[in-house]
C-alpha cells in the first residue's frame, strides 16, 4: 500500500471577543475586494458601462476608475488585474450584492451580443476583523464595547 501525505493551510478564524456582558469588541467578518481586469474590459468595449457602474457602486471618483480600467504595462499592453480600492478599504456585503448585480448586467449585456460573458469585473472574497474604538484611559483594553464602558475583563470566544 502506497502512503501520501500532503500539506493544505487552514486559514485560522479569530473568534468573537466579547466584553464581561456579552457586547461585541471584535468579529471576523466578509470582505471583499473588487478587481478589474483592463485587458478583457478594452476587448470588449465595456470601459464606459464599467467606470460608470463601479462608481456608482462604490463612489469612487470616475478618472481613478479610468485610470484603472486602462492600465498598461510598460510595453503598452493591457494589464490583467488591477484592484479597486475605495480609500483602502474592502468593501462589504452590501456593496458585494451591488457589485455582482452590475457584473451580472454587463455580462448579459455581452451575451445578447453574441460575445463570452466575461465583464473584466470580480470580487476576491477575505475576511477582515471589525474593532470598536479605543476608550482612553482604559486600564483594561484598547477597545470598548458598544456601551462605550471599559469592558474590564474580557473573554474570547473561539
Known amino acids: ?4 501525505n500532503r500539506e493544505q493551510p487552514l486559514p485560522a478564524s479569530r473568534g468573537t471577543i466579547m466584553d464581561r456582558d456579552g457586547d461585541i469588541l471584535a468579529m471576523d467578518a466578509p470582505a471583499y475586494t473588487v478587481v478589474v481586469n483592463p485587458k478583457v474590459i478594452q476587448a470588449n468595449k465595456m470601459e464606459d458601462e ?14 481613478e476608475l479610468r485610470e484603472l ?3 498598461k504595462d ?11 480600492r475605495n480609500e483602502g478599504l474592502k468593501i462589504n456585503e452590501d456593496k458585494k450584492k451591488q457589485v455582482e448585480d452590475l457584473k451580472k448586467k454587463l455580462e448579459d449585456k455581452l451575451r445578447a451580443e453574441g460575445k463570452v460573458p466575461d465583464s473584466g469585473v470580480s470580487l476576491i472574497a477575505q475576511k477582515k476583523t471589525l ?6 484611559g482604559c486600564p483594561y483594553s484598547w477597545i ?12 474570547i470566544n473561539v
Open 69 to 71: 480600467v486602462t492600465a
Open 50 to 63: 464599467v467606470v460608470e457602474g463601479l462608481h456608482g457602486v462604490l463612489g469612487k471618483k470616475e478618472d
Open 74 to 84: 510598460k510595453d503598452g499592453a493591457y494589464l490583467i488585474n488591477r484592484e479597486v
Open 131 to 136: 474593532l470598536s474604538k479605543k476608550q482612553p
Open 144 to 155: 470598548y464595547g458598544p456601551s462605550g464602558r471599559c469592558p474590564g475583563r474580557v473573554r
Open 1 to 4: 500500500m502506497k502512503k501520501w
